[in-house]
């Protein structure tokens, strides 16, 4: 195998106020397997995101309000999504207009480009007042939790206030044309509006800011590797529908993050923080997945 060989994601998102959203989506990434990770964020965050770890690649692309104005961001960041597997946009991004517009041109350009998206936190608000960006688009995965969720569902008028989460979540997927949907709660439910896949996975007592990043890191790991196996880089006796990946891989990321909460709580108690959330990452997919590295082991004879 070679560099890049186990996928190339991006985090789209981090402002000077929240460093740590990227950091949590790329590292996450990168604890699970990926070869390479990139942070996509606005230049006066570059600095403490780089002293967080020298493994991912940090670029300083996106351009806030107050340092405008610039330009050139679009073509900085077009190669880029040429190599990547997948990426993840949101994640720290913040309220500003001008990232706001930046998010939105990304969106549309990975979705040419068929690259499968996750989107949280701040990216959800632009949905919100542009569903066209991802309407029908079978490669994007939204994470919001319950507030966000109300939230869109408000902006999109979907009346849910006597329907029960899954069938919110059901409307909410129909209505952006059959987008998978990943509605955490006590139970995470996942729907592109014709299935439904409910993850119940034991999770820690804490609900601490970083978590959802985490999440998004899982996701876009699962997408990248999902994309490897379209392309036929991987191939095992049991094969999966290649419409079949999106919806696995956002289960199997929900099952991974809530496992690796519990493992973190079970360390750390009421002073967990997504720091040692992230710690767990690892022993978490060796727990859940052991029958997958049993198969990819080498022999020893």
């Not at 692309?61 to 990547?84: C, F, M, V, W």
């Not at 995965?141 to 006597?162: G, H, M, Q, S, Y």
């Amino acid at each position: 195998m070679h560099k890049g060989d186990c996928g190339r994601v991006a985090a789209l998102g981090g402002c000077d106020e929240y460093t740590g959203a990227p950091y949590f989506v790329a590292s996450t990434a990168l604890r699970l397997g990926v070869d390479l990770a990139y942070i996509i964020c606005e230049k006066d965050a570059v600095p403490v995101i780089k002293t967080y770890s020298p493994d991912m690649i940090v670029n300083p692309y996106l351009r806030s309000t107050a340092n405008q104005p610039h330009t050139g961001i679009e073509e900085k960041i077009a190669p880029l999504l040429d190599r990547l597997h997948a990426v993840s946009m949101g994640s720290g991004l913040g309220n500003d207009p001008a990232l706001h517009k930046t998010v939105r041109w990304a969106i549309q350009a990975a979705r040419e480009r068929g690259l499968p998206l996750v989107l949280d936190a701040d990216s959800l608000t632009i949905l919100g007042a542009n569903p066209e960006l991802i309407h029908g688009y079978r490669g994007a995965v939204l994470t919001p939790n319950a507030p966000e969720f109300n939230r869109l569902c408000k902006a999109l008028d979907l009346d849910i206030a006597e329907k029960s989460t899954e069938e919110a979540a059901q409307m909410l997927a129909l209505k952006l044309g059959g987008v998978t949907i990943v509605r955490k709660g006590k139970v995470d439910v996942i729907t592109n509006g014709d299935r439904v896949f409910m993850c119940d996975e034991n999770g820690g007592l804490r609900r601490c800011g970083g978590q959802g990043d985490i999440l998004s890191g899982a996701v876009v790991t699962f997408l990248a590797w999902g994309e490897k196996y379209k392309s036929g880089a991987w191939k095992h006796k049991d094969a999966i529908k290649h419409d079949e990946v999106t919806m696995l891989a956002a289960y199997a990321a929900c099952m991974l993050a809530r496992h690796a909460s519990f493992l973190a709580y079970d360390e750390c108690g009421r002073s967990t923080q997504s720091s040692n959330i992230l710690e767990q990452v690892d022993m978490a997919f060796d727990n859940k997945f052991d029958q997958l590295l049993q198969a990819v082991k080498p022999s020893k004879s």
